[in-house]
């Protein structure tokens, strides 16, 4: 069928507005398309969100708790390490104040030059015999270093006693306390001559003085050289009481004694058989047959 000229040209000028209305209302369609879109997600996100918060807590939490877990992993691991360099430290601390008094020991021994000393050998103390009847210790130095029975046994502060017993490693102390020390000494300031007499006591006694001796506490004790065993003069201690007994306190501290000078003062002088402490011979001691008195 064929349409007639004027509809034709009708048609044609109707064609252009018509596209352009079309093509409008589909961009106003568009747009609400995307509006509509948009509120939808709003709405659907707002009505998902308590949903996800609720499933979403748990596990937070849960990650929270692994995070606190992992932490405090690492804080024990941190303190167990801290500990052990703490023990490290502690342990370097004490041998460290340990080494410190040796050495002063040894400074003093070293500063100790003692008149008259023909020669002389540093001991360490190796083993305490002290107890209720015997006040002695053992020392690391014997024979083979040129200890020989009868020599003083001193430290920086004074006398100590004497060697009584002697191996080829080893030698055997005894104490100015032991029962069996008897040293003749000398009060300086009077030079009143006595006995410093041991009776396994701290502090030995003053015996064989005169009388008429006038004591007062912290007069110096000195060894007086009678007998030929000790050269007159060395330190022994200073009076701590004169009421009914007299006591002294020694310059050494005899309680925790370390390291000790062995003394060669060339003197013959020796213990008597009656000094000696009845204790086990040591291994590859030897002592003499016979002795010299005082």
């Known amino acids: 069928m064929r349409l007639s000229a004027p509809v034709k040209a009708a048609a ?20 609400a398309d995307v509006m509509l879109f948009d509120r939808a997600r709003v709405v659907m996100a707002d009505a998902v969100s308590p949903i996800v918060e609720a499933v979403g807590r748990p596990i937070a939490t849960i990650s929270e708790g692994i995070a606190k877990l992992e932490d405090m992993s690492t804080v024990y691991s941190q303190n167990q390490e801290l500990r052990e360099e703490n023990d490290r430290l502690l342990q370097w601390q004490e041998t460290a104040r340990r080494l410190d008094t040796e050495n002063a020991q ?69 104490l100015l306390t032991d029962i069996n020390s008897h040293i003749p000494v000398t009060i300086e300031g009077s030079h009143e001559r006595a006995v410093l007499d041991g009776d396994n006591a701290d502090q030995p006694r003053l015996v064989y003085i005169q009388p008429k001796a006038e004591l007062t506490t912290g007069e110096r004790i000195v060894t007086s050289g009678s007998g030929g065993a000790f050269p007159p003069g060395l330190p022994v201690g ?57």
């Not at 044609?12 to 747009?31: D, E, N, Y």
């Not at 003394?263 to 010299?292: E, H």
């Open 12 to 31: 044609q000028r109707l064609t252009l507005p018509f596209l352009i209305f079309v093509s409008a209302l589909l961009a106003i369609l568009g747009k």
């Open 106 to 174: 040894l400074r003093d021994l070293l500063r100790f030059a003692p008149q008259g000393a023909v020669s002389s050998v540093a001991a360490q103390v190796i083993a305490d015999s002290g107890g209720a009847f015997l006040r002695n210790v053992m020392v690391n130095v014997g024979a083979r270093d040129g200890v020989a029975r009868g020599q003083p046994a001193m430290t920086g502060e004074g006398l100590v006693g004497r060697v009584v017993e002697v191996g080829d490693r080893t030698a055997r102390v005894l």
């Open 238 to 294: 200073v009076i701590a009481s004169v009421n009914g007994e007299i006591r002294v306190e020694p310059y050494a501290d005899l309680a925790r004694l370390e390291t000790l000078r062995i003394v060669n003062f060339g003197l013959d002088g020796m213990l008597s058989s009656s000094a000696v402490p009845s204790a086990k011979p040591l291994r590859g001691i030897r002592v003499p047959a016979s002795d010299l008195s005082h």
